[in-house]
T-cell receptor, first 115, second 114 residues
């Protein structure tokens, strides 16, 4: 158990809908990362937050947004869902300063199926 | 831009034999390098990382990796493979300076045959 908690574990929704994925980082970790894992795209970095502020952005679609709250939990919002958004979404967290070689610890993921 | 290449989609090895999973990277400046393992329907588990110092890094479950700066490689190795090592392995790189993204390779599926 990495200590990173993600909910829900599984989610099935229809095209055009909006969902919110939630993540609680490891106790004390200030950085939260979101990744998308799909069969054809591999593990894609979406976005990183550090202590409530966005710090790095990857291949995140405009239909997707995220935030990190004062209690350090994070949410990933996915809207106008398309079939191609079906994937496993990982949250990860790490401690330490942004420039250190700190390890990223992953949650178990949220399986999103868009039908 | 950072990138990671895992040239083999799949590696097959017999139990008891040594295994190597290859990784090469591209990054501006010095890298931080990581290996993770993913079992079916699970999250990624950290195995080991290279930050600085000794080029040979030892990690969990008997795995080790060797950082080779001239070849920009960070291959994962284990002297004697176990069937339970069968999983998906990811190499990742983060630039020491100039950005905070951690980029993962496409993954290499390891099959260890009894």
């Amino acid at each position: 158990d990495s200590g990173v908690t993600q909910t829900p574990k599984h989610l099935i929704t229809a095209t055009g809908q909006r969902v919110t994925l939630r993540c609680s980082p490891r106790s004390g970790d200030l950085s939260v990362y979101w990744y998308q894992q799909s069969l054809d795209q591999g593990l894609q970095f979406l976005i990183q937050y550090y202590n409530g502020e966005e710090r790095a952005k990857g291949n995140i679609l405009e239909r997707f947004s995220a935030q990190q709250f004062p209690d350090l939990h994070s949410e990933l919002n996915l809207s106008s869902l398309e079939l191609g958004d079906s994937a496993l979404y990982f949250c990860a967290s790490s401690d330490g300063t942004l420039s250190s070689g700190n390890t990223i610890y992953f949650g178990e993921g949220s399986w999103l199926t868009v039908v | 831009a950072q990138s990671v290449a895992q040239p083999e989609d799949q590696v097959n090895v017999a139990e008891g034999n040594p295994l190597t999973v290859k990784c090469t990277y591209s990054v501006s400046g010095n890298p931080y390098l990581f290996w993770y393992v993913q079992y079916p329907n699970r999250g990624l588990q950290f195995l080991l990382k290279y930050i600085t110092g000794d080029n040979l890094v030892k990690g969990s479950y008997g795995f080790e990796a060797e950082f080779n700066k001239s070849q920009t490689s960070f291959h994962l190795k284990k002297p004697s493979a176990l069937v339970s090592d069968s999983a998906l392995y990811f190499c990742a790189v983060r630039a020491v300076t100039g950005g905070f993204k951690t980029i993962f390779g496409a993954g290499t599926r390891l099959f260890v045959k009894a």
